[in-house]
């Protein structure tokens, strides 16, 4: 009897199995929870999802698989079959058309080409006009790096779109920022990396919360070349170059507000900080401080050494009475100007803070430099400076 009841539950099991299909063919098993999640999730939508898996050849099944398995609920919800297969076929086209393209590896290329969306701006079905805007800039490009040039060299004139405060809302969609013809530092973001992945070149959205000193957030773009990531904007100034370097140089990667974080498709655990609704938190990023850091110190360092850089001290007291020893140090941003150009910004040491923490700018010799700050009326005060060769000692005060 024993053996009787240990048999038949084993062939009820084998049965039940038997009679199972593999509701994902063609899927690599390790999506298959999540895609069962995605379709929980979509609801009524789920149809859609369903239509869209089925819609794609097999070779470009595990494609669609990942875009659904790490989709946002309200793409879930709201996405067509026809957006997403259209969005995975034309992404496909640009990986066959460039042969840079073709060599991006299958985890970046999901992650950092196929997605359809950066941040959480309005779903646009873009990918096909884009393309058809931008490949004539890569046609014949060597490699990834000529192609980023090109792309980075022609957006403004093809999408006739500018930097301006007017813009409806920051996080505007590519013809939303079209339409205006203007938009904020994020909308021309997302404009330049969706132009990227367009023609197959791995871009994501890259930007801080607040800066070092609290001056306010900023956003731009990081593109892929041969498994490290640079950093460019809409308006170039070249790969890893920008005015804002010495600022990201700056950032705390432990410090929530003041870190730097790029943006994934993919959930990572830590949210994308977007400043106009800090109520989000379903857009992935990864704290990728460390390496703007890094970059900002190795050329301060080469800089320095070569004597092109000079190293200026900067203290601010209450009034030229005070002095160090009587502690009487105020903790004040402090921006620096060459002419009408800045040059670079920071917050002096407060009291409180150890008498060897100063406030250090290194700047290029043979310049005169302007340091503004809000003096104790509430008025801007001024401070000029020329940098010679030696180092120097600069006191500012309050009153």
Same mark, same amino acid.
């Given at each position: 009897?024993?053996? =009787? ?37 979509? !609801? ?13 050849? &097999? ?29 995975? +076929? ?58 980023? @040039? ?11 779109? @500018? ?28 404009? =330049? ?13 890259? &930007?801080?919360?607040?800066? *070092?000193?609290?001056?306010?957030? *900023? ?19 070249? $790969?890893?170059? !920008? ?10 990667? %432990?410090?929530? @507000? *003041? ?14 900080? =977007? ?5 989000? +938190? ?62 670079? !910004? !920071?917050? +002096?040491?407060?009291? +409180?803070?150890?008498?060897? %923490?100063? $406030? ?40």
């Amino acid at each position: 009897m024993s053996a =009787l009841r240990f048999i038949v539950p084993v062939c009820f099991s084998l049965l039940l199995f038997a009679g199972c299909t593999n509701p994902y063919p063609e899927v690599p098993a390790s999506y298959h929870a999540l895609l069962d999640q995605a379709m929980v999730s979509a !609801g009524e939508n789920s149809q859609q999802l369903e239509s869209a898996l089925a819609g794609v050849p &097999g070779s470009q099944k595990e494609a669609m698989a990942f875009l659904i398995a790490y989709m946002p609920r309200h793409d879930a919800q709201t996405l067509s079959a026809q957006f997403l297969i259209d969005n995975v +076929t034309i992404a496909y086209k640009a990986r066959a058309a460039f042969s840079w393209a073709a060599q991006i590896p299958d985890s970046i290329f999901f992650n950092e080409v196929l997605p359809y969306a950066s941040l959480n701006e309005r779903r646009d079905n873009w990918r096909e006009d884009f393309f058809n805007r931008f490949s004539k800039y890569v046609e014949g490009t060597p490699d990834l790096q000529t192609a980023i @040039d090109s792309v980075n060299a022609h957006i403004r004139d093809e999408v006739m779109v @500018d930097y301006n405060t007017k813009r409806e809302k920051p996080d505007q969609s590519p013809y939303e920022s079209m339409d205006q013809k203007m938009a904020s530092c994020s909308g021309l973001s997302i404009l =330049l990396t969706d132009a990227f992945r367009s023609v197959g070149i791995p871009s994501r959205i890259a &930007g801080t919360p607040n800066w *070092h000193d609290n001056r306010g957030n *900023h956003n731009w773009c990081e593109v892929w070349i041969g498994g490290e990531w640079y950093f460019t904007e809409y308006y170039p100034s070249g $790969l890893n170059q !920008g005015w804002f370097l010495a600022d990201a140089g700056k950032a705390k990667a %432990d410090e929530p @507000d *003041h870190a730097i974080y790029a943006s994934s498709y993919k959930t990572t655990g830590l949210p994308f900080p =977007l400043v106009w609704d800090e109520a989000i +938190t379903w857009v992935p990023a990864v704290n990728v401080t460390s390496r703007y850091v890094d970059l900002y110190n190795a050329r301060q360092a080469a800089k320095i050494a070569s004597g092109e850089l000079i190293p200026v001290e900067v203290s601010l007291f209450k009034s030229d009475n005070c002095t160090l020893k009587g502690d009487d140090r105020v903790a004040a941003n402090i921006d620096v100007f060459t002419g009408n150009d800045q040059v670079g !910004g !920071g917050r +002096t040491a407060a009291p +409180t803070q150890d008498l060897n %923490d100063v $406030l250090t700018f290194y700047l290029a010799k043979d310049k005169t430099y302007t340091f503004k700050y809000t003096g104790s009326n509430g008025k801007e005060k001024t401070h000029s400076v020329e940098v010679k060769e030696k180092p120097l000692q600069v006191k500012l005060y309050m009153e």
